[in-house]
């Protein structure tokens, strides 16, 4: 099976600086997309950013200019740094990738879940 690992949340003040890793293993034929979504307390989980194989990002209107998804293909591990953060940013932040893990049948895709890794910003 795959399993995408989270890291790098954690406390910090307005206007300060976070980097989240996540890094996927295990039977991972391609990896389609990567992406983070976030669900701060009593809200649904939304979409943050998003990035395709090759390199397309896709960013959620209130992160743009703020946070920038990247990969490294060759460690399966996808990355988000967020500069300029405010309190409407905490939440739970959970990575999600698209993978093929079947070599016979290298179309065929699943989603997969990070556990999550908490951001929190104080003002």
């Known amino acids: 099976q795959v399993q995408l690992v989270e890291s790098g949340g954690g406390l910090v003040q307005s206007g300060g600086s976070l980097r989240l890793s996540c890094a996927a293993s295990g039977s991972i034929i391609s990896i389609n997309t990567m992406g983070w979504y976030r669900q701060a307390p009593g809200k649904q989980r939304e979409l943050v950013a998003t990035?395709?194989?090759?390199?397309?990002?896709n960013y959620a209107d209130p992160v743009k200019g703020r946070f920038t998804i990247s990969t490294d293909n060759a460690k399966n591990t996808v990355y988000l740094q967020m500069n300029s953060l405010n309190p409407e940013d905490t939440a739970v932040y959970y990575c999600?990738?698209?993978?093929?893990?079947?070599?016979?049948?290298?179309?065929?895709?699943?989603?997969?879940w990070g556990q999550g890794t908490q951001v929190t910003v104080s003002s």
């Open positions: 990035i395709t194989s090759s390199g397309t990002p």
């Open positions: 999600k990738a698209i993978i093929a893990t079947m070599a016979t049948m290298p179309s065929i895709t699943f989603q997969f």
